[in-house]
C-alpha cells in the first residue's frame, strides 16, 4: 500500500514522507515547487527523498485533478496526508487568489480524489490554529468556536474543516484535521520569523518586533509535528454511530512563549544581540496562540517533548551550516 503525501517538499511534508520511508512505506509525493519563497529550499529537501527505495515524486499542482491522477495511476494508494497549501497569513492579505487556489479548489480536488479511490483507509489534512482568529480564551480548544477568522488564510482553513466534514459525512471517508500551531526547526519556512531573526541577528541587521514583543506563540518543533501526524495517520477515526468519521486535533507544544523571551534565546544561541525595531501588529496576526492538547495526548498519547531552548539551538546550527556563516 503507498501512501500520497502532498506538499511533499514543503517543511512537513518532506519530514513525514522521511518518516513514512524509513519505516518502510512507499510515498508518492507531490508539489508545483512554487516560488512563494526559494524553491532552492524545496529541492534540498526533495534531495533528502528522491534517492529513496519506494519514493515517486510528481512536479505537480494538487488543483489540477490530472495531475493528482497521476499520484494514484499504477498505485494501491489509501491513505493521503494532506500538507499542500498556500501558507502565510500575511501574504493572504496580497495574493488572495492564490488561497483560493491551493486551499479551497486544491483541498476539494484531495477530497474528490480521496471519494473515488475503492477501499480508501484515511485522510490526514492540515489545518492551522489561526482558525482561532482572535479568540481570547486560552488555551484554545477544538470545542471553542472559530467562526471569526481575522485573515484569509485563516478562513481557508476553516473552509476546509467544513468541505472535509461534508465529504465525511456524505461519502464515508475517514479524516482527521491537525490544528497547527507555529512549527519550526531545520529545513524550516523562510517567512517565519525564527528564520528572518536568526538571519538579521547574524548579519547585524534590525528585526522588527511585533506589538513590543507583547506576543505569544505555541512553537512546535518540526520532530514533534511529525510524531503527532504520524500517530494520528496510523489511528483512523471509527464510529459505532452515524456521526461522521471525522476529527479535529490541536497539535502544539501547549506553552506559549513570549516573543521577547523568545528573542532572548535566539541571541543567547547566536552569541550576538539584536537590533530590535519595535513596530505595530500587522493586519490579520493575533496576539497569541496556545493549544490545548488534552485531546491529542488522550487518543494518541502524544506528548510534545522538545524544549524551545533545543530547538532554536538544532535550527540555528542547521542554518550555520547551510549558508557557512
Known amino acids: 500500500m503507498t501512501v500520497l503525501v502532498t506538499g511533499a517538499a514543503g517543511f512537513i511534508g518532506a519530514r513525514v514522507s522521511r518518516h513514512l520511508l524509513d519505516r518502510g512505506e512507499e510515498v508518492v509525493g507531490i508539489d508545483n515547487l512554487n516560488d512563494y519563497y526559494d524553491p532552492q529550499l524545496k529541492h534540498t529537501r526533495l534531495a533528502t527523498l528522491e534517492s529513496s527505495v519506494g ?15 497521476k499520484c494514484v495511476a499504477g498505485r494501491t494508494v489509501d ?22 487556489h491551493s486551499n479551497i479548489t486544491g483541498h476539494l480536488e484531495v477530497l474528490e480524489l480521496c471519494r473515488q479511490i475503492k477501499d480508501f ?11 482561532y482568529g482572535g479568540n481570547e480564551k486560552t ?55 525564527y528564520w528572518s531573526f536568526t538571519k538579521n541577528i547574524i548579519e547585524g541587521k534590525p528585526i522588527r518586533v511585533f506589538n513590543n514583543g507583547e506576543m505569544w506563540r505555541d512553537f512546535t518543533y518540526i ?52 537590533i530590535r525595531e519595535m513596530v505595530p501588529m500587522q493586519p490579520g496576526d493575533v496576539v497569541q496562540t496556545y493549544a490545548d492538547t488534552a485531546a491529542i495526548e488522550r487518543d494518541f498519547g502524544f506528548k510534545p517533548s522538545t524544549p524551545l531552548e533545543d530547538g532554536l539551538a538544532a535550527f540555528v546550527g542547521w542554518y550555520r551550516t547551510y549558508f557557512n556563516v
Open 139 to 193: 488555551p484554545f480548544s477544538e470545542t471553542d468556536p472559530v467562526d471569526t477568522p481575522v485573515s484569509l488564510y485563516a478562513a481557508t482553513k476553516k473552509a476546509d474543516e467544513l468541505m472535509g466534514h461534508a465529504y465525511s459525512h456524505l461519502y464515508g471517508i475517514p479524516q482527521t484535521g491537525l490544528r497547527f500551531f507555529t512549527v519550526y526547526g531545520p529545513l524550516g519556512r523562510p517567512d517565519m520569523a
Open 79 to 100: 491513505r493521503v496526508v494532506h500538507l499542500a497549501a498556500q501558507a502565510g497569513v500575511r501574504y493572504s492579505i496580497e495574493q488572495p487568489r492564490a488561497y483560493i
Open 121 to 131: 483507509k484515511h485522510l490526514v489534512y492540515a489545518s492551522s490554529s489561526s482558525v
Open 55 to 69: 519514493f515517486t515524486f510528481i512536479n505537480g499542482d494538487i488543483a489540477d485533478r490530472e495531475a493528482l491522477a
Open 223 to 274: 520532530d514533534d509535528i511529525v510524531t503527532g501526524t504520524i500517530a494520528a495517520l496510523d489511528n483512523p477515526p471509527k464510529s459505532d454511530t452515524k456521526a461522521a468519521l471525522y476529527r479535529i486535533y490541536n497539535i502544539g507544544n501547549n506553552q506559549p512563549e513570549k516573543l521577547s523571551r523568545f528573542i532572548d534565546i535566539l541571541e543567547g544561541i547566536i552569541g550576538k544581540k539584536a
